[in-house]
């Protein structure tokens, strides 16, 4: 194998494709990044897999001889993210693959290629959707999802295909973040649920390409009317131009999370959300992990504290609009933060029942009456 390739593309491409790399692969070769040229030699694929999730990225080169090898794939990538702009140039001799980029040269042991796993192929593809507003809606719902390997249903986020609406769901159990989205479906009777691991989710939208589409593509089988999914297969696919990534689905029932939510408030405060953002900053720097952020809302106005007693102590005050009896409510302060900042508009609505139960936020819709595409559901803490 002997090719030329630009510096940027292809650190791009192998960053893509090294987000499948297991930091501690189960044997050795899931540790390396297969390079492959195409027949006619003007590509070059790249590939990651760990036997969970897979990727693969292509990118154009000018190429002298054909070839294929597996190479440390992390290694790789911190080469190439350092090698000087221009061209980088790679060639293999027998079980060596040197890379050079301007003055630099680096010379690195292949991994055995033989003993490299196929690939799974792509699911069925069931629609598209705009890479900008998946990536937007998946970065709003995922913090809300468990880091606790213990329940895997609660790593994943949901993702509900019913005709035209896609809802992306998450949560940890102490509090449930929603975003409803509009999607392009192959068949508009589409009504299928996929449990992604939401870390996987997250490192793929990090990489999709701006102001472009997303193919979507699940195991499915005909059910009837519409499409269903199939639990044998239990994978969904994304390509986004030259890039592509599989992952296996979780094999798990989500929870009903639409009755979760309140159908009526008994009070309401309109928040600008970058001034409430700050002042929870400031307040909880006193305030530990787990240690509650108290809020008391009346009037025009909600007062923060953190702290009491000997320990250090934070109050502020900010201007609200608020409608309801007066009430106090506390909350993890990094969970207050997560649902404030997935809020898109410069405001959000905070609904509120009992001091005890879940509150809501939600953006402030364009027009009134209005139903909010993003919400974001949160269990206070009780207050001594």
């Known amino acids: 194998m002997k090719l030329r390739v630009d510096r940027d593309a292809f650190a791009e491409a192998v960053a893509w494709t090294a987000r499948a790399l297991p930091t501690r692969p189960a044997v050795p070769v899931l540790a390396g990044i297969r390079l492959e040229l195409s027949e006619d030699g003007s590509t070059l694929h790249l590939s990651g897999f760990d036997y969970e999730v897979s990727t693969r990225a292509s990118v154009h080169v000018l190429s002298e001889e054909s070839g294929a090898a597996l190479v440390p794939g992390r290694l790789l990538a911190e080469i190439v993210r350092n090698l000087p702009p221009g061209s980088v140039h790679i060639d293999t001799d027998g079980p060596r693959v040197r890379i050079s980029g301007g003055a630099a040269r680096f010379t690195l042991i292949t991994m055995p290629l033989e003993d490299y796993p196929s690939l799974p192929g792509m699911p069925g593809r069931i629609g598209s959707i705009s890479a900008d507003a998946f990536a937007t809606a998946v970065r709003q719902v995922t913090p809300a999802a468990s880091r ?69 593509a699940l195991s499915t089988v005909s059910g009837g009317e519409g499409v269903g999914l199939s639990p044998a297969e239990g994978m969904i696919g994304f390509e986004n131009g030259e890039r592509r990534t599989t992952t296996r689905l979780i094999d798990s029932e989500f929870v009903k999370y639409a009755s ?100 809501v936020f939600t953006e402030v819709p364009a027009k009134e009456g209005e139903k909010p595409s993003f919400r974001y559901l949160v269990q206070p803490l009780r207050m001594p």
């Not at 008994?266 to 600008?272: I, M, S």
């Not at 025009?300 to 005050?317: H, N, R, Y």
Request: proline letters at 6%; hydrophobic letters at 45%; charged letters at 25%.
């Open 148 to 216: 606790d390997d213990t329940l895997p249903m609660l790593t994943g986020a949901y993702l509900d295909f019913r005709g035209d609406t896609l809802n992306v769901v998450a949560t940890d159990r102490y509090r449930i973040a929603v975003r409803e989205l509009w999607w392009n479906p192959d068949d508009q009777g589409v009504d299928v649920a996929a449990l992604v691991p939401a870390r996987t989710l997250g490192d793929t939208v990090r990489g999709l390409v701006t102001r472009s589409n997303v193919d979507i």
């Open 260 to 359: 979760w939510f309140p159908k009526e408030f008994a009070a309401r405060a309109e928040v600008a959300v970058a001034p409430l953002m700050e002042a929870v900053k400031r307040v909880a720097l006193v305030a530990d992990r787990n240690t509650p952020l108290r809020l008391a809302f009346s009037g025009d106005e909600v007062v923060l504290e953190a702290g009491s007693g000997d320990d250090a102590q934070a109050v502020e005050a900010i201007e609200v609009a608020y409608e309801g009896e007066p009430m106090r409510l506390a909350f993890r302060p990094d969970y207050l933060m997560d649902g404030l900042t997935a809020v898109e508009s410069d405001g959000a609505h905070l609904n509120f029942t009992e001091p005890t139960k879940p509150a």
